[in-house]
């Protein structure tokens, strides 16, 4: 099945500064997506980004599919950014519920 | 309702006995998922529904675990004969399913943490 890495695995931001997190796949995705996961174990959707770029306040994605890969962009961090941020992706071909997780990127965000 | 709901939030059981987690989806989403997440890791598939379809059970770990759909709506995950491994954020998701785009986005509840003693 298709394999998901994400990194850093960790990362240390002072707020304001700004980050980038990568997102690898191994085969084509018809279905890939961003979730922060918050201090209290909510999971909320960031975006929903198989192609493309998109931008919602503070943070803005692109996916590259022909390159299998994906960024989340975070601009002027905020303590509140701090969490768990997962990507996770479905494959042609694939079962449509089966999305494939990666092991996420903690970040850390210092006042 | 306003998002997905899951109950309990937390249960506590012994090693052997038989639980039961609940999944109330956001109304109108034709998608549900169960997922677990163990600790410090990241999110494991289990099952899904997708409305009057035969579920995806390719994720459950074991034949103790079960989950039904009722209605089309409310999902309950049944794990029998707990072990101290099962111990975990179990995660209920919904989506509007039914294609792409959109519809596919996964909308999480807050989770039950399972702990067996």
């Known amino acids: 099945g298709i394999q998901v890495e994400q990194s850093p695995p960790d990362l240390i931001l002072q707020e304001g500064a700004n980050s980038t997190l990568r997102c690898n796949f191994s085969?084509?995705?018809?279905?890939l997506q961003w979730f922060h996961q918050n201090p209290w174990g909510q999971l909320i959707n960031l975006f929903y980004?198989?192609?493309g770029t998109k931008q919602n306040g503070r943070l803005s994605a692109t996916t590259v599919a022909t390159e299998r890969y994906s960024l989340l962009y975070i601009s002027s961090s905020q303590t509140t950014d701090s969490g768990v941020y997962f990507c996770?992706?479905?494959?042609?071909?694939?079962?449509?519920?089966?999305?494939?997780f990666g092991k996420g990127t903690k970040l850390s965000v210092k006042p | 309702g306003a998002g997905v709901s899951q109950s309990p939030s937390n249960k506590v059981t012994e090693k052997g006995k038989d639980v039961e987690l609940r999944c109330d989806p956001i109304?109108?989403?034709?998608?549900l998922y169960w997922y677990r997440q163990s600790l410090g890791q990241g999110l494991e598939f289990l099952i899904y529904f997708q409305g009057n379809s035969a579920p995806d059970k390719s994720g459950l770990p074991s034949d103790r675990f079960s989950a039904e759909r009722t209605g089309g709506s409310v999902s309950t995950l049944t794990i029998q004969r707990t072990q101290q491994e099962d111990s975990a954020v179990y995660l209920c998701?919904?989506?509007?399913?039914?294609?792409?785009?959109?519809?596919?986005?996964?909308?999480f509840g807050p989770g039950t943490r399972l702990t067996v003693l």
């Open positions: 109304s109108g989403h034709t998608a």
């Open positions: 980004i198989p192609s």
């Open positions: 998701a919904s989506s509007l399913g039914g294609g792409g785009g959109r519809a596919d986005t996964q909308y």
């Open positions: 085969d084509s995705v018809n279905n």
């Open positions: 996770a992706a479905l494959n042609y071909g694939g079962s449509q519920g089966n999305l494939i």
